[in-house]
């Protein structure tokens, strides 16, 4: 992906309220939010009162009312120990890096402004700036800014004390440890009120596609006891959605449609060589996955996950309890305590165990957040590579070592030539031209008086999962049909490639540093199946490749962590997997006016959940709804829906609608109002998390 052009300052497009309905609350508030390196975004709100002020000032100098924001900077290792003292009340004050005039202070409230160097700890602060001089009237938290490379100072290897805390499991001798991480996830989507919502059917797609069959392929390594071992992040939200009823019932009406679809797909292409075995491959892959569905999971996906995991063939990890994107948070602990803490709760509930490891939602990582995962007890996280290059002091070993991060937790990075073997538009396997292609579907090619039945309500055309053609040539639109065996040859030179790339990396990397290499090789999912339907198979053979080699082995994070001698020790800096590598995907200006509510209801939660529910049940009801409201509110699948222009609609309403609910919440916890019945819809609607703890928020 190309890296977005950084915008130059001026005032945000998301705050004319041309495509949402800005929102003003009459509070005087400042935030700082950190795009990447040299942009930062300033949203703020003037109440009357305090433009009252100003205007009184202006005229008392006789001048014209001029308001500006200075952002300042501090740096140097007491930087961010002056951001914490600032924090707790004490004043400090830092370099005016950038000032920015503003023609209309009190009708915007986003702008973004540049910055003359990256590192260091910016805040924002709005003020007027009179014949007198500049009077502050706002300012904002200090915000930690990533450096633009590498530090100069460059660390050693050290003593790994994780490594003695139980005996090795797998051969230490290796020249590499692969972890293999599987992120599965999807935003809350049920909506009782429609027969078949065209949303809902992510899950379809996820469930059929991918988990069934990454489900499928690993009960088959537990029964043969094949080597290597996968990792995979279930997110708390997929989680909720399969156990919920409703979605169940109507999951297993799906997978009978797409039977009798793929039924007469069967009739329809009887006697042609083309495309009749793979109508009656369908036919039998929709039955089998029937089957795994309904007789031997009985409806319990997850519970399918609990006995892989029980096998030794995975382990499962979570990530945020709604995928909230953690480095645009600005309350911080607080915040990341709500998103990491519901998802650790969820994942023992429904696991069974505490989690060891945590996907931070889109790889998202600021400073600080891993103080909360030690509080909770997990013991890594996964971050993009160039969190660990840029780590300080900077990481001889790159990301073939974890970063140890304090506290016995640890950072571990992604392995870029293990991604780009998979992800790569132009290197990548999915994109052979054997495969199947994705996009030619039996949901747009056939008349739509023949499918319409299986479409979803109101007969949008979407993908149903029957697709006969493959990739053959991506530079013009005709494509061959799709031949599963030839592709199934693609399958096995594919995995020996990326199996002896991998040796051959781990044998460099291991003369380099002085032992082991680590490699973590992170992808979604849904990418195996759902993007690339050979991608089990692949991720299958790619195992047993692994399991026969004298040079790698393929692992969780935390055990090859435990094989290490040595790991370095630093501090990395905000970072994602995002486009350009930091927060661009979702501070934006098609999705940054989310920011100013969202902020404001982080610190409404906050104030409502240290004032706790007094004994009062419906009080307590009240307050656990606001918590869901607002977590669901955060998911980062919205900006990022808002920014790819894909279902804009869709995700501005459910940002809004979040939003819109917790507000009543909080009007009526805040004024004893509390309605009952709408609590209860409220509930109804959206009641995952049973134990959500509003005490996360304080």
């Known amino acids: 992906m190309s890296s977005l052009d950084r915008l130059a300052v001026a005032p945000a497009p998301g705050a004319t309220g041309a495509e949402h309905r800005p929102r003003r609350y009459g509070e005087d508030r400042l935030h700082l939010l950190v795009r ?30 001029r308001y ?78 990533p450096p633009e490379g590498p530090s100069l100072e460059e660390g050693r290897l050290d003593a790994n004390v994780s490594a003695a805390e139980t005996a090795p499991i797998s051969n230490p001798d ?42 499928r392929m690993l009960e088959g390594r537990a029964e043969r006891r094949a080597p290597g071992r ?19 019932r109507r999951f297993a009406k799906r997978l009978e449609q797409l039977t009798t679809l793929a039924d007469r797909d069967v009739a329809r292409y009887r ?94 990582y600021a400073p600080g957040v891993e103080a909360v995962l030690a509080e909770l007890g997990v013991r890594y996280f996964a971050v993009d590579s160039h969190a660990i290059e840029h780590a300080r002091p900077r990481p001889g070993a790159g990301t073939y070592a974890p ?31 054997d495969y199947r292609e994705y996009y030619r579907d039996q949901g ?35 494509r061959e049909p799709y031949d599963p065996e030839t592709a199934l040859e693609r399958v096995r030179a594919h995995a020996a490639h990326f199996v002896r790339g991998r040796e051959e990396q781990a044998r460099g990397a291991a003369r380099g540093i002085g032992q082991a290499a680590f490699m973590l090789a992170p992808y979604d999912a849904e990418l195996f199946g759902h993007w690339w339907y050979e991608g089990p198979e692949w991720l299958d053979l790619v195992l047993d490749g692994i399991g026969a080699s004298d040079v790698l082995d393929a692992t969780d994070p935390l055990d090859a962590i435990r094989r290490l001698p040595r790991v370095h020790a630093g501090s990395p800096h905000l970072s994602s997997w995002g486009e350009g590598g930091y927060c661009a995907v979702w501070l934006d200006p098609v999705n940054d006016w989310i920011y100013k509510p969202l902020l404001r209801a982080a610190e409404t939660m906050r104030v409502l959940a240290k004032e706790g529910d007094r004994g009062e049940p419906a009080r307590a009801r009240a307050l656990k709804q606001a918590g869901r409201e607002l977590l669901l509110a955060q998911a980062s699948d919205w900006a990022f829906i808002m920014k790819t222009g894909t279902l804009v609609p869709y995700a501005r309403r459910r940002t809004e609608e979040h939003l819109d609910r917790f507000e009543r919440l ?23 998390f049973p134990d959500l703890d509003p005490g996360l928020f304080a």
């Open 271 to 364: 006697g042609d060589s083309r495309f009749g075995p793979l109508a009656e491959h369908y036919a039998e892959r929709f039955r089998a996955a029937r089957v795994q569905y309904e007789e031997r999971y009985r409806r319990d996906v997850a519970a399918a996950f609990r006995e892989v995991e029980a096998s030794g063939v995975a382990r499962l990890i979570t990530c945020g309890a709604t995928h909230g994107f953690l480095p645009l948070m600005d309350l911080r602990e607080p915040s990341w305590r709500a998103q990491l803490g519901a998802a650790v709760r969820e994942f023992e509930r429904q696991i069974g165990h505490r989690p060891e490891g945590m996907w931070l939602p889109e790889c998202g």
């Open 36 to 65: 990447d390196p040299r942009c930062v975004f300033v949203t703020w709100e003037i109440s009357p009162a305090l433009a009252a002020l100003a205007s009184e000032r202006a005229r008392e100098e006789r001048a014209p009312i």
């Open 174 to 215: 290796r020249s590499g440890y692969l972890s293999i991480l599987l992120h599965a996830h999807l935003p809350f989507i049920r909506h009782p009120e429609y027969e078949d919502s065209l949303e809902e059917r992510w899950l379809d797609e996820a469930l059929i596609e991918s988990y069934l069959p990454l489900l």
């Open 68 to 145: 500006q924001i200075r952002v300042e900077r501090i740096e140097g290792k007491e930087a961010a120990t002056k951001a914490r003292a600032s924090a707790a009340g004490e004043p400090v004050a830092g370099e005016a890096v950038a000032t920015v005039d503003l023609p209309n202070a009190l009708g915007d409230d986003g702008w973004y402004v540049d910055l003359p160097t990256s590192g260091g700890n910016v805040r924002a602060v709005l003020g007027v700036a009179l014949p007198s001089g500049f009077h502050t009237l706002l300012f904002s938290r200090w915000a930690a800014v």
């Open 403 to 433: 970063l140890h991060v304090g506290a016995g937790v640890f950072a571990i990075g992604r392995d870029a030539e293990s991604s780009r073997q998979v992800w790569s538009s132009t290197e990548g396997y999915p994109g052979d031209p």
């Open 230 to 248: 996968i990792t995979i992040s279930l997110s708390p939200t997929l989680l909720a959605m399969l156990e919920d009823p409703l979605l169940r």
């Open 666 to 688: 909080a009007t009526a916890l805040r004024g004893g109002t509390i309605d009952e019945a709408e609590v209860a819809g409220m509930e109804e609607r959206y009641g995952l």
């Open 444 to 478: 747009f090619d056939l008349p739509l008086e023949e499918v319409r039945e299986f479409l979803p309500s109101g007969g949008t055309r979407t993908h149903l999962g029957l697709k006969y053609h493959r990739i053959t040539d991506r530079r013009f639109p005709h």
